[in-house]
């Protein structure tokens, strides 16, 4: 009895995470640093912030095939292998096809990241507020249910997470995109320049900016207390960056959680299932399947913090079932699972310009400049929904004589004849939450630890054609209108999911019939369960999502501990 009673102390904990990636880092830091023995589970392997980047500092002639991943290592990535970071030097930290088996009704490319630190290894590194814009834009255009939130609710814990994470940007006053706590912009090429002064002139609703990025331009005293360094500028993140220089839970959130000796991280961590007791009518901890050994363990707790990634979250959810709950836990209403959106990367437009001959680039930047939406802001204004945003991007073309031996070609190396200037920009669309968008349990398939697989169902519509073409259309104007030549535009054919932007299924909202989450993400059915990942979100808006995932996980950590210790929850 006493073995059992001591079994029972060491897996209980006061709060437990589910998942350690961009969101599920934010919740064991801030509960952690409020004192509570917390427990992060992660189902994939350890990943040790500097010692586990294997490729960081390696050379492209270091690398066994030069950076390009053979043909028969692509087929058992075939999914992850369509991710923009997908390279030899990065394929350790994406999963292969027969670790996550799942059944596409519609095509959909479900990317992993099953290492501590998940995907926020890998990411993008954009990170804009949104507006109220972009809150309000359901109830104003008819379309999911409203938020439950608006801007100003949320707006101290953008300003809170900013400060420790780093973001570099510009203040540009833009009521579509509010302004945050930034540390020095990076520079504009001159033709980015260039364009951000011709749109300014023709239009008095597009505006051109610098792109807004976790990466420490000028780290300030909370970066060095992290272990952290200036960003070097090597644009080689997605291997992992050893000074720390861009924001991900291995170099940051994670390492400040161990400090304070309240974080247990335990990876190998299959999440199976919340559970349920139905005399207390709450939730009690978590149903864990070692990934190792296949031995099935109970931990619990007295709050839950459910950041596994969109998809992955609404699977434990929805397999989470009980007498109470017997379609998942919170489903009362059934809609969980449901109204899932994404971001559409498929507009791609390129060009040429033949000015500034006598100027060219120096050096790298992680970044890029970029156009906040201006389709259907103030009013609707065309025949689609919503709208985009887009990327703005320029290089110097080199045609580099390779003539030569010894100090003659060493100089032709040095100094290449100079082409046109490139310029380019990629579409990021809102898509629109739909009730027939959904990922649900099959009946009858399970992965690798007998889990139900999840059937997924989301596509592109008409209102997601319209907007593309409305994007092709505009930006062709924007280029001919500063005089861009050879312009192209693209269809890229990427498949939803394929930027890692997937969202919805356990939405936020004012309504249990209409809802699965309250303001402060808790779910309505079950209130000591917080859902703060990708899934929690009731729209998409055209802006990157992680940095608001980062911002409602502080608030609902935050407001969990006060709720604990009012002896609420």
């Not at 007498?323 to 971001?343: E, I, K, S």
Request: charged share 20%; aromatic share 10%.
């Amino acid at each position: 009895m006493a073995y059992l009673l001591d079994s029972l102390n060491q897996r209980t904990y006061d709060a437990i995470v589910i998942g350690s990636g961009m969101s599920g880092g934010w919740a064991a830091k801030e509960l952690t640093q409020n004192g509570l023995r917390t427990l992060l589970l992660e189902r994939g392997r350890p990943v040790n912030h500097v010692t586990d980047y294997p490729t960081a500092t390696l050379n492209p002639w270091e690398l066994d095939h030069r950076g390009q991943v053979p043909l028969h290592i692509r087929q058992a990535y075939s999914i992850a292998s369509r991710n923009y970071a997908f390279h030899e030097d990065t394929l350790h930290f994406f999963a292969k096809d027969s670790e996550q088996p799942y059944i596409q009704e519609k095509p959909f490319d479900w990317m992993h990241g099953y290492q501590v630190g998940g995907r926020s290894l890998i990411w993008g590194r954009q990170t804009q507020r949104w507006s109220d814009f972009d809150f309000g834009g359901p109830a104003r255009d008819g379309f999911a249910v409203d938020w439950p939130i608006r801007y100003a609710d949320i707006a101290p814990w953008y300003s809170y997470v900013e400060k420790f994470v780093g973001i570099t940007g510009n203040r540009d006053g833009l009521a579509t995109l509010p302004d945050g706590e930034f540390l020095p912009p990076h520079e504009m090429s001159c033709v980015e320049s260039y364009f951000k002064k011709q749109v300014a002139s023709q239009y008095s609703d597009r505006h051109v900016i610098i792109g807004r990025a976790a990466h420490l331009t000028q780290p300030q005293p909370i970066h060095f207390r992290q272990g952290r360094a200036q960003c070097q500028h090597r644009t080689l993140c997605e291997r992992g960056c050893p000074y720390g220089g861009y924001y991900s839970s291995n170099a940051s959130t994670i390492p400040w959680a161990l400090r304070t000796g309240k974080l247990t991280l335990q990876p190998h961590s299959v999440v199976h299932s919340i559970i349920y007791d139905e005399q207390k009518k709450r939730a009690t901890g978590v149903r864990v399947i070692d990934a190792n050994t296949r031995q099935m363990t109970d931990y619990y707790a007295r709050i839950l913090f459910v950041n596994a990634s969109a998809l992955h979250t609404n699977l434990i959810l929805l397999n989470s079932r009980s007498g109470r709950f017997p379609n998942g836990l919170g489903n009362d209403n059934g809609l969980m699972g449901t109204h899932m959106a994404f971001h559409s990367y498929r507009g791609r437009i390129t060009g040429t310009y033949d000015g500034f001959s006598d100027f060219t680039t120096d050096g790298r930047r992680p970044n890029s400049s970029y156009v906040p939406r201006f389709r259907n802001v103030h009013k609707q204004e065309t025949d689609f929904l919503r709208g985009y945003a887009a990327t703005f991007y320029t290089s110097r073309a080199s045609v580099q004589n390779q003539d030569g031996l010894g100090t003659s070609l060493k100089q032709q190396l040095i100094n290449p004849t100079l082409g046109e200037w490139q310029v380019g920009s990629a579409m990021m669309a809102e898509t629109i939450p739909k009730p027939t968008s959904t990922v649900r349990l099959d009946p009858t398939l399970i992965d690798n630890f007998g889990i139900p697989q999840l059937r997924v169902s989301v596509g592109y519509d008409q209102n997601d054609e319209k907007i593309l073409q409305d994007f092709f259309e505009q930006f062709t104007e924007m280029y001919s209108r500063a005089g861009f030549k050879n312009i192209r535009t693209q269809d890229t054919g990427r498949l939803p999911g394929s930027e890692n932007h997937e969202m919805g299924g356990v939405r936020m909202g004012h309504d249990p019939k209409s809802s699965l989450l309250n303001r402060w993400n808790q779910l309505h059915g079950c209130q000591n369960v917080f859902v703060t990942d990708g899934a929690c979100m009731t729209s998409t808006s055209t802006q990157n999502p992680s940095l608001t995932y980062m911002a409602l996980t502080a608030r609902a950590a935050n407001h969990a501990v006060k709720e604990m210790k009012a002896l609420r929850l």
